[in-house]
């Protein structure tokens, strides 16, 4: 009887479609035995389930947003930029990607998340090593806040070699320069671990650029992605528990508001407000 049930089965599906002795399954390319056993939620409580996966998932967008980042940094180093668009517009759909998330996690109600903040001891996720290396590359140089990480070397040591590499914007400069426009010699050789002071003259240059900014306008759209993450995150926190304090010895919403404040690449929002109509 087994035998008859296993062959209508395959019969059903179409045999002559499916290889059944394959070398490698669809369960074992994503590695899906380990991902889906990485669910250990600490408490009964129904919501911490989607919790965890909302932040697990996240980091695995995170992980694809640094690979695509690190991409773009080194095609616009070889003045390639329409592979580098091309992976920034991917970088901007993955932001979507995560705020559609803290969406889902808005679904929790304030007493849902109390029934289990307390077994989250301190984790939190100014904790995120992935999120303080896509910061770092796209231009928020604060040394301060990889110390969380100085416990656990690699991750340490990874976060460093970021602080002190040229950020995106950096490198956008120095692309800006190769091309003609007029950037100060200081600005494309600096200390990179230093966090970006706003220079008059880089501002020109992006007055000029544009003047064509149907070629040069991902560089914004992926600061305005970001700030739109942020913002989402900070409105679902703020939804959650108020103005308690965060997990991990955040101020929590009043963390997230602050950071709001910080731009990647100022002249570019700064230059809107110097342009001239035509």
């Known amino acids: 009887m087994a035998n008859d049930t296993n062959n209508i089965d395959r019969r059903s599906v179409g045999e ?27 408490t009964d409580s129904h919501d911490e389930m989607m919790f965890m996966i909302i932040h697990q998932a996240s980091e695995l967008w995170m992980k694809l947003c ?21 992976m920034l517009a991917r970088v901007s759909r993955i932001q979507g990607q995560l705020r559609q998330s803290w969406a889902v996690l808005s679904t929790m109600t304030p ?38 990480h100085r416990n656990n070397p690699e991750r340490y040591e990874r976060l460093r070699a970021v602080l002190h590499a040229p950020s995106f914007y950096d490198l956008c400069l120095q692309h800006l320069a190769r091309q003609g426009f007029s950037i100060p010699d200081d600005y494309l050789q600096r200390d990179w671990s ?26 914004y759209e992926l600061e305005h992605e ?37 731009r990647f690449f100022p002249e570019l929002w700064t230059v809107r407000t110097e342009l001239k109509g035509s």
């Open 16 to 42: 002559d479609e499916i290889h059944w002795d394959q070398d490698l399954s669809y369960s074992g390319y994503l590695s899906l035995d380990a991902l889906l056993d990485c669910q250990n939620t600490r």
């Open 66 to 86: 640094i690979h695509e980042i690190s991409g773009a940094m080194r095609e616009v180093e070889n003045d390639n930029l329409g592979a580098a668009f091309k």
């Open 111 to 148: 007493s849902d998340y109390l029934s289990f903040r307390d077994d989250l001891g301190q984790s939190s996720g100014f904790q995120s090593f992935q999120y303080r290396e896509i910061e770092y590359a796209l231009g928020n140089k604060n040394a301060a806040l990889m110390e969380v």
């Open 194 to 219: 230093k966090a970006y002071v706003p220079c008059a003259e880089v501002e020109s240059a992006w007055g000029d650029v544009y003047a064509n900014t149907d070629e040069h306008w991902q560089q």
């Open 226 to 262: 970001f700030q739109m993450w942020r913002f989402s995150h900070m409105k679902t926190v703020e939804r959650i528990i108020g103005y308690r304090k965060g997990t991990g010895g955040t101020s929590g919403v009043a963390f997230l508001e602050k950071a709001l404040s910080l």
